[in-house]
């Protein structure tokens, strides 16, 4: 995805800050989880004038949650969530 960002001039930060080497995942689970992260870039990448996109990751003792959000466009005044994707994950 990185490279799709670049050529758009989008920054793309990826923050998984204080995440574990492994995850407890029900492996049933992960591609759909990948496929979630993807849609929310894509759709953050098509869809909006952003300057930057920020996909977060934290994984807590009874969850992992992740949060894609667009930076502030030149008309827009505040940044905001991706539709769709807040909590995805």
């Known amino acids: 995805m990185e490279p799709r960002f670049r050529a758009a ?7 998984a800050r204080d995440m574990p080497e492994e995850l407890n ?3 049933d689970h992960v591609l759909p989880i990948l496929r979630i992260v993807q849609e929310s870039l894509t759709n ?3 869809h909006s004038s952003a300057r930057a996109v920020s996909w977060r990751c934290r994984c807590r003792r009874s969850a992992t949650r992740s949060r894609c959000c667009r930076s502030a466009s030149p008309t827009t005044a505040r940044a905001s969530p991706a539709n769709g994707s807040a909590g995805a994950a």
Do not use: F, R, V, Y
Request: proline share 8%; aromatic share 8%; glycine share 8%.
């Open 44 to 46: 953050a990448l098509k």
């Open 25 to 27: 995942i029900n492996p």
């Open 9 to 15: 001039g989008i920054e793309l930060i990826w923050d």
